[in-house]
C-alpha cells in the first residue's frame, strides 16, 4: 500500500436526525457513531487521520482520541468543500487520500483495505465504494456507460427520473489519487439543487481531465449503510448488535435469542456462559465462563467471575466472584464486591459493601455501606441502618455470624466474629465475640384478656 491519509467527514449537523446534538456524536451500542468510522481507518493500516468538524466542532473534538487530528470547516458548504479545508493536510501527499463519512460506522477495515488496493491495481484518479441497494432513495447514484465505466454520481435531488431507478449507490466513501483529486477540486461549483461544493463532482470533472475512475462494490453492503435520521440509527444499531452477538456466539457464548439480547461493544463473555433474552449488558463488563445470566438482567461495568448464576438482576459497578447466585429481583448498586460462594438472593439491595466468601442473605434484605465476613448469614429482612438523615456509617458483621430474621443494625457498628443476634433485634451496640445479642421487649401473654 502506498503512503496513505485518511479525512472523516464530520461537520454536518444531520438536521434530519432532529437533534440538539451532533450526528456524530449519537452512540451505536455505546460506541460514538464516529469512533466507528475512526477505528476501522485504524485497523486499514492508514499513516494519519483527520475528522472535518463543523457543527458542534468543540464537542467533537473533544471526543476524538489522541494522535487524530481536527480541521475546522466553518461553513458547511458541500462535501466537496470540506475535503478542501483539509488542503493542507495532504497538499504533499504521493499516495492515496481515502475519504470516509463520519455517519457510516458499519464500515470495517477489511472493506477499506479492498478499495485500496483496487484502486491501486487500477492506478485509478478516483475509485468510488459503492453498493447494489435494493431502495437507494436519499445516496447518490452511481451513473455508468454501457462498458461500465463510471461516467458521474448525481446526487437524488439532482437525478432524471432514469437515473433514480440505478440501484448503485454511493457510500460517500472514496479512494483518491491525492494530487489528481488536488486538481480536480479546484473545478467544483454550485450548480446544483443544494446549491454546495459535492465531493461527487470530482468523478466527472477527472474524466474530462482524461483520469480514470472506477468503483469497488462491495459484498457486504451493510457496510456502508449511513445514519441520517433516528429510524436508521435503530436499524444501523440492530445490525451492529447482530455482529457483536455473532462474534461472541463464535466464541462460544450461548444466546436463547441473539436478537433480544442487547450487548455493548466493549463487553466480554466467557465461553459456555449462557444469555437469556432481555438481557443487557453495558460499559466494560466482563463475564467469566460457565454463567447463566437470566432474562431481563441488566449488567454495567460489572465484572463477574466463573459459574456464577444471575437472574432478573441489576448490577452495576460491582464485582461477583465464583460460583455465587444473585436474584431473582437483586439490586447490586456500585461499589459493591461480592465473594465466592455467595447467595444475594430474592429483593436483596447491595450498595457500596463486600460479601466476603460464603456469606448469604437469602432474600428481603438491604446491605448498605457494609462488610459482611465468611459464612456470614443475614436473615430474611435484616436492613443495614446506614443513614441518620446527615450522614452514612458502616456496618462491620464478622466471618460466622449469624443475624436473624428481621433485625436493624444500626450504623456504626460491628458484630463480631461468631455471634449470634435474636430474630427482630435492633441492634445499636457493638456485639462482643461469640455471643448472642437480643434486642427486642420480651413477649407478654395476657391470658383470658379478650374474654374479660
Ligand atoms: C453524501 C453523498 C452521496 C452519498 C451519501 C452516502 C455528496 C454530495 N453526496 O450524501 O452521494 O450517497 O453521502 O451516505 O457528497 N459533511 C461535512 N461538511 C459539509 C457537508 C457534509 O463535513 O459541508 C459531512 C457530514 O457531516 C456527513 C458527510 O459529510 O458525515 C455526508 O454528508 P451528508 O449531508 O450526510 O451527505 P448525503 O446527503 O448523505
Ligand atoms: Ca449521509
Known sequence: MNESKTIIL??????????QKSKVLHQVCEKNILDY??????????????????????????SLCPGIAAILQKEQLGTGHAVLQALPFFKELKGNLIVLVGDAPLIRPETIKGLVTEHEARGHGA????????????YGRM?????????????????????????????????FDAQTLIRSLQELNTNNTQGE???????????????????????????????????????????????????LMDNGVVMIDPAATYISNEVMVGQDSTLYPGVILEGKTVIGKDCLIGANSRLVNAIIGNQVTIRNSTILDSSVDDNTSVGPY?????????????KVGDF???KNSTMADGAKAAHLTY???????????????TVFVNYDGKKKDRTVVEKNAFIGCNTNLIAPVTVKEGSYIAAGSTITDDVPEDSLAIARARQVNKVGYLKK
Open 10 to 19: 464530520a461537520a454536518g449537523q444531520g438536521t434530519r436526525m432532529r437533534s
Open 37 to 62: 468510522v475512526i477505528d476501522a481507518s485504524k485497523g486499514s493500516g492508514i499513516d494519519a487521520i483527520a475528522v472535518i468538524v463543523g457543527y458542534q466542532a468543540e464537542e467533537v473534538e473533544k
Open 127 to 138: 475509485t468510488v465504494l459503492s453498493a447494489e441497494f435494493q431502495d437507494p432513495t436519499g
Open 143 to 175: 451513473v455508468k456507460n454501457y462498458k461500465g465505466e463510471l461516467l458521474k454520481i448525481v446526487e437524488e435531488g439532482d437525478a432524471t427520473v432514469e437515473e433514480k431507478k440505478i440501484r448503485e449507490i454511493n457510500s460517500g466513501m472514496y479512494c
Open 197 to 247: 461544493y459535492y465531493l461527487t463532482d470530482v468523478i466527472e470533472i477527472m474524466g474530462k481531465l482524461g483520469k480514470t475512475t472506477g468503483t469497488y462494490v462491495t459484498p457486504d453492503y451493510e457496510d456502508i449503510k449511513a445514519i441520517n435520521s433516528k429510524v436508521q440509527l435503530s436499524e444501523v444499531t440492530a445490525i451492529m448488535r447482530k455482529r457483536i452477538n455473532t462474534k
Open 330 to 342: 437483586a439490586y447490586i448498586r456500585p461499589g459493591s464486591r461480592i465473594g465466592k460462594h455467595c
Open 348 to 350: 436483596v439491595e447491595v
Open 367 to 381: 446491605i448498605g455501606d457494609g462488610d459482611v465476613g465468611e459464612n456470614v448469614n443475614l436473615g430474611c429482612g
